[in-house]
């Protein structure tokens, strides 16, 4: 009697059981099977010698080697912010991409290293955990998320004049205009780096400063530079403005008893440009600024501004680079 009861309670669990088993094996087979597919979707791009790049961290010394289009993701993450348009985080992506083959192609200047992660001599570069903990804990997921997005939608593009990758400068406000390379640093002239304007730049807060600096102080910073400068406030036209480049910034200034470029005043006084108007205002020398940067190839906010008013990536790098294609590497 037991042995019977035994195998009865053996069969309604069977029964039990069984469909809940069956159901399981389904809903496992849908997700490998998902799985399988989302894994078919992922692009995975040979870029054959610079699949991986040696990052030289500046503040330490050591060199990371790294995937190159994980190093974009800290690149675009820093350089961009996130907030800014689809379009515009793809066209940075593209620009970041593209100014890295080219330092490595045409020789680094950092010994054992492609690239270092100072802005002010390659691109920035931030890791992934410091870049999600400088943005507020409710927009971390979705901000990466985005900046993943465009580099990988734009995964193996680069931009190319005549077959070969462009020395693709970038920087954040042009102040309404961008200047060939030669108007602003001389030596080699790069037909892709034409000036161009761009409508939109005075809405972000980039577009224009100030700075107001005492005569006295005035007088001695140059004095750092130049150990026989001289000035005399009480004649006219101490501080008058030679020459323009085709972008507006100043090519030629007369200060004093010297002649200087607008890039060596914007260096001496820390201007967040070289495009400005300089006056004497009592005891003061006040310059009013335009643009943020060196004002060369892609104006980050003027991209923004372009994608705002419904231009695809692709057009908003060939506006800012004369003559180029966008290739797969």
Known sequence: MRKVFIYILCL???CFLLPILFTKRDEIKEVI??????????????????????????????????????????VVSSEMPANFEEEALKAQSVVARTYTIYKIM?????????????????????????RLNKWNEDERESNWAKIEKAVNDTKGKIITYEGKPINA?????????????????????????Q???????????????????????????IKEYHSDFKIDFNKKNQIEIL???????IE????????????????????????????????????N?????????????????LAKQGNNYEEIIKHYYTGVEIVNM
């Open 12 to 14: 309604v669990l069977l």
């Open 243 to 249: 020459e323009y480049t085709e972008g507006g910034r």
């Open 169 to 193: 400068f970038f920087h954040s406000n042009s102040g309404g205009s961008t200047d060939t390379a030669t108007a602003v640093w001389g030596g080699t002239n790069y037909p892709y780096l």
């Open 252 to 287: 030629n200034i007369k200060i004093g008893n010297l002649n200087l470029s607008g890039v060596e005043i914007r260096n001496i006084f820390g201007l967040k440009s070289a495009k400005f108007e300089v006056n004497i205002e009592d005891n003061n020398i006040k310059f």
């Open 33 to 74: 099977s998902s799985k399988e597919e989302i894994e078919e979707n992922i692009e995975i791009y040979d870029y054959g010698k610079y699949n991986k790049i040696k990052l030289l961290h500046s503040s330490t010394g050591k060199i990371e080697e790294i995937d190159l289009d994980t190093y974009l993701l800290g």
């Open 289 to 305: 600024v335009k643009g943020y940067g060196h004002g060369v190839g892609m104006s980050q906010t003027g991209a923004d501004s």
């Open 106 to 130: 045409n020789g680094s200047k950092h010994e054992n290293a492609d690239i270092c992660d100072d802005s002010k001599c390659c691109q920035a570069w931030i890791t992934k955990e410091d």
């Open 195 to 221: 000036a161009v304007e761009t409508s939109g730049e005075d809405a972000y807060s980039q577009y224009s400063s100030e700075l107001s600096i005492s005569k006295d102080d005035f007088v001695s910073k």
